[in-house]
């Protein structure tokens, strides 16, 4: 009994030591990783971590009051895991988030980015097709959105990394006449480490400004090469959809989310199909009837290349086993 008992703690031991090993370990690579720029990607994308994407951080919410929330755990699919504080972001902000990080893209980590409202505004599809058409509305909704973003505290894990600070770590006027600058945590750099990232195609999302559900079902399953089956309550969730929210029984909430699958996500599906053909990409979905949502769509260049490589891998290893497996002859 003695001797179980010491190994047993021998046994805790040495999971505690492995347990620090790998947080050191981990440390030193997020250290690394923030001294490198943001991963190069093309004019024609947006970057945009995984965690942010596949979650309801930026969510598919109406326009009007935000509700406050302090260090609230954010719907997320699995493997991630965000602590959110500040007021309630959406698809707007991703799109003003998402054109800073494009900015940024081209800096060193912390250092300043500078850019006019007018420039942001025309990087992010304001101002009508030429962007010409920028208001003093556009400009005042622009500042909200960054003071919004500067306030934005989040706490993200996303194995094995982990980043907790502001999106935006500091925003201020920068010589008068509508030009800002902003600085980005260098830390964040770690939420774009090899496929935690995704390049959003900005041509199919700009197309869908406006329609904040289509633009986070295009983000949710531009991240993944082949998408798995989700159920429509599942969608509801993870998009922060408020469809239902004040149902007080089970037939109000079932019938909330009936009215939001034929209302909202089968639009939503559709009208993400139709921004995809134009720009030469098959997108293709099925709402079952038994609450199954199938979409298969076209996966991008370096989803391609991730696809072929695992199934090298798979090939590999097969090839291995045979061997092994394998009658010897002699």
């Not at 799109?95 to 409202?117: K, M, Q, T, Y």
């Not at 639009?267 to 038994?290: H, K, M, T, W, Y």
Request: net charge positive; charged share 25%.
């Amino acid at each position: 009994m003695e001797a179980a008992t010491k190994g047993t703690t021998r046994l805790r031991q040495a999971f505690t030591a492995a347990d620090i090993l790998a947080r050191i370990n981990r440390r030193h690579l997020e250290v690394a990783s923030a001294d490198r720029q943001l991963p190069s990607w093309p004019e024609s994308a947006r970057g945009v971590p995984n965690s942010m994407l596949r979650s309801a951080l930026f969510g598919a919410i109406k326009r009007g009051k935000r509700r406050y929330m302090e260090r609230e755990p954010i719907a997320c699919r699995r493997g991630v895991s965000i602590f959110y504080t500040g007021l309630r972001l959406d698809q707007p902000d991703l799109d003003v988030w998402a054109g800073v990080l494009h900015l940024a893209r081209l800096e060193r980590p912390g250092n300043r980015i500078e850019f006019s409202e007018r420039k942001l505004l025309r990087l992010i599809g304001r101002g009508g097709p030429t962007g010409h058409n920028i208001g003093k509305s556009d400009r005042e909704w622009l500042r909200k959105v960054l003071a919004r973003l500067n306030g934005a505290v989040v706490d993200v894990v996303q194995e094995p990394y982990g980043y907790q600070g502001r999106l935006i770590d500091e925003v201020f006027p920068s010589n008068g006449g509508g030009r800002w600058a902003v600085v980005l945590d260098p830390q964040i750099r770690v939420l774009f480490n090899a496929e935690t990232w995704t390049a959003i195609d900005w041509a199919v999302r700009r197309v869908l400004i406006g329609h904040p559900l289509a633009q986070w079902l295009h983000g949710f399953y531009s991240t993944d090469a082949a998408p798995l089956a989700y159920r429509v309550e599942t969608l509801h969730r993870l998009c922060g959809s408020e469809a239902g929210a004040n149902a007080k029984t089970d037939v109000e909430r079932k019938k909330a989310l009936h009215d939001w699958v034929g209302d909202s996500l089968q639009p939503a599906l559709e009208a993400v199909q139709r921004a995809c053909g134009p720009a030469g990409q098959s997108f293709l979905f099925d709402i079952r009837g038994d609450g199954l949502v199938n979409v298969i769509r076209t996966p991008s260049a370096s989803q391609q290349r991730h696809l072929h490589r695992r199934a090298s891998s798979a090939r590999n290893i097969d090839d291995t086993r045979g061997d092994r497996t394998r009658p010897q002859g002699g």
